[in-house]
């Protein structure tokens, strides 16, 4: 019986490896942007920052110097803001919705690759008055989680080229 569930395990491995099958973002974004330089208006965002570490641990070199690098993203637009969605009757907020929206190009040399593409990621969280600390954490929280899902969106759109 064991030797049968190997034998079907590695009969279905060898129909998904001969097929081309490859899980989605295990490519290697290395052997097409070896060098990239990430202009942007504001350094200091979650979104800046988020993308920068994803491109370091994809094995791609972020460089400073635009000269220097083949491939230039170009942040056109790293937008977040949270607004109220509902209030309690004693008018105070009970619930916020976080907003963050990416405009991004990206140029080899000076031709436009991929043109002004949009990301926009929203998620709401309950708010306690009581719990303001707590709720200040969880917004931070969604804020980075907002900008890593921006992020990989734009790797796996980058692994495409």
């Known amino acids: 019986m064991i030797f049968l569930k190997q034998l079907t395990f590695v009969i279905c491995l060898l129909f998904l490896t001969g097929c081309g ?6 490519g290697d974004l290395k ?15 979650v979104f800046y920052r988020n993308i920068k570490n ?57 031709t436009q690759l991929i043109s002004s593409v949009k990301h926009l990621e929203l998620q709401d969280y309950s708010f306690d008055q009581n719990q303001l600390l707590g709720k200040s954490k969880e917004a931070e929280f969604i804020m980075d989680s907002l900008a890593t899902r921006i992020s990989r969106a734009v790797l796996a759109r980058l692994g495409t080229i």
């Open 21 to 26: 099958f490859e899980l989605q973002n295990t």
């Open 31 to 45: 052997q097409t942007i070896n060098i990239i330089h990430i202009q942007t208006n504001d350094p200091y965002t």
């Open 54 to 110: 994803q491109f370091r641990e994809s094995g791609v070199r972020v460089t400073d110097d635009r000269e220097e690098a083949a491939y230039v993203l170009v942040i056109e637009k790293d937008f977040s803001n949270d607004r109220v969605l509902s209030i309690s009757a004693q008018n105070t907020p009970k619930e916020y919705e976080i907003v963050y929206q990416v405009q991004w190009s990206l140029f080899k040399d000076k």
